[in-house]
């Protein structure tokens, strides 16, 4: 069964939007927290934004607040990342996670076990 996959990355000019999707299907479903996470060419991969715990307590790396939004609809097991005024350093390829365990850090790649394979966004004039 597919567990989590993401969609709708592209191309987009600075100052442009896009909404990312992430699709969770079987146990993937069942989660304490979700997050949205990117890694471009060279660096290590970085939290964007998570969600933890039944009461949605959401994190947001500095770089991207005030410009993403990530957002759930339980009836249809999808997690979204709105993104706007998009910047060409937010340009990496962006994967969805799950974790089954409230310990650790709010948004940090070692914490999530269950992920997406990734959708691209480049943004570039």
């Known amino acids: 069964q597919v567990q989590l996959v993401e969609s709708g990355g592209g191309l987009v000019q600075p100052g442009g939007s896009l909404r990312l999707s992430c699709a969770l299907s079987g146990f993937a479903s069942d989660y304490y927290g979700i997050g949205w996470f990117r890694q471009a060419p060279g660096k290590e991969r970085e939290g964007v934004s998570c969600i933890n715990g039944p009461a949605d307590s959401a994190y947001y790396t500095d770089s991207v607040k005030g410009r993403f939004t990530i957002s759930r609809d339980n009836a249809k097991n999808t997690v979204y990342l709105q993104m706007n005024s998009l910047k060409p350093e937010d340009t990496a390829v962006y994967c969805c996670?799950?974790?089954?365990?409230?310990?650790?850090?709010?948004?940090?790649?070692?914490?999530?076990?269950?992920w997406g394979q990734g959708t691209q966004v480049t943004v570039s004039s």
């Open positions: 996670a799950t974790r089954q365990l409230p310990y650790g850090s709010r948004c940090h790649r070692s914490d999530f076990r269950f």
